[in-house]
């Protein structure tokens, strides 16, 4: 059973940056890929961005790949997703999630999930 953690939202003005950590424990964090995605009021979940268990691959969504970067540190057990240049539409709860190995786009390949962590971009 993995725990996830995420930390790192908040508020922020529109073009500014955030940093979000997800920490995982219970498990063998290597082993996993990992993503990010993203619910905001009203909206369906999003694919934000994902990373193999190595990190040698990664994928971003059109909206935010020039944008956002993740990355993850293996010894620290922890994903991060680096926000650039935010924008009133990445409002929104950030959740990561963990699935044997390889990334992945499609939220229903995942088996564990965070609580979440609040994302606020005003303008």
């Known amino acids: 059973q993995v725990q996830l953690v995420e930390s790192g939202g908040g508020e922020v003005q529109a073009g500014g940056s955030l940093k979000l950590s997800c920490l995982a424990s219970?498990?063998?964090?290597?082993?996993?890929?990992m993503g990010w995605f993203r619910k905001a009021p009203g909206k369906e979940r999003e694919f934000v961005a994902t990373?193999?268990?190595?990190?040698?691959?990664?994928y971003q969504s059109d909206s935010t790949k020039d944008r956002f970067t993740i990355s993850r540190d293996n010894a620290k057990n922890t994903v991060y997703l680096q926000m650039t240049s935010l924008k009133p539409e990445d409002t929104a709860i950030y959740y990561c999630?963990?699935?044997?190995?390889?990334?992945?786009?499609?939220?229903?390949?995942?088996?564990?999930w965070g609580q979440g962590t609040q994302v606020t971009v005003s303008s």
């Open positions: 219970g498990g063998t964090f290597s082993g996993h890929g």
């Open positions: 990373i193999r268990w190595n990190g040698g691959i990664t």
């Open positions: 999630a963990a699935r044997p190995l390889y990334e992945s786009t499609n939220p229903y390949e995942y088996d564990y």
